[in-house]
């Protein structure tokens, strides 16, 4: 059974930083794009960030602010967020392409995580 269990979210001023995780298991995750994607109340769910075999894509809207990487040991994806804005506030899922593509779309993702709340004070 495939499961990504994220972790690491949680209330933070505006500036601060949360380092989140994304611990997978069930099966190999080596090959797989991991991405990180959001949804705010209202929302449609966006992409984040990404990670894959020839490197990490970001969306524009944190670039420089957020940094994406992967312990393939440990079959665990991060995000860390710095300089966080109450813009930032959602439920913050992650999720595997187990075809390695790493695109930006939700649609192109195989297994989900249940999700975890960051929420950002100003």
């Known amino acids: 059974q495939v499961q990504l269990v994220e972790s690491g979210g949680g209330l933070v001023q505006a500036g601060g930083s949360l380092r989140l995780s994304c611990a997978a298991s069930?099966?190999?995750?080596?090959?797989?794009?991991m991405g990180w994607f959001r949804q705010a109340p209202g929302k449609e769910r966006e992409f984040v960030a990404g990670?894959?075999?020839?490197?990490?894509y970001y969306a524009d809207s944190v670039k420089g602010r957020f940094t994406v990487s992967r312990d393939n040991a440990k079959n665990t994806v991060y995000l860390q967020m710095n300089s966080l804005k109450p813009e930032d506030t959602a439920v913050y899922y992650c999720?595997?392409?187990?075809?390695?593509?790493?695109?930006?779309?939700?649609?192109?993702?195989?297994?989900w995580g249940q999700g975890t709340q960051v929420t950002v004070s100003s």
């Open positions: 069930g099966r190999t995750f080596v090959r797989a794009a």
């Open positions: 990670i894959k075999w020839s490197g990490t």
């Open positions: 999720a595997a392409d187990m075809q390695g593509r790493g695109t930006r779309s939700s649609g192109q993702y195989d297994y």
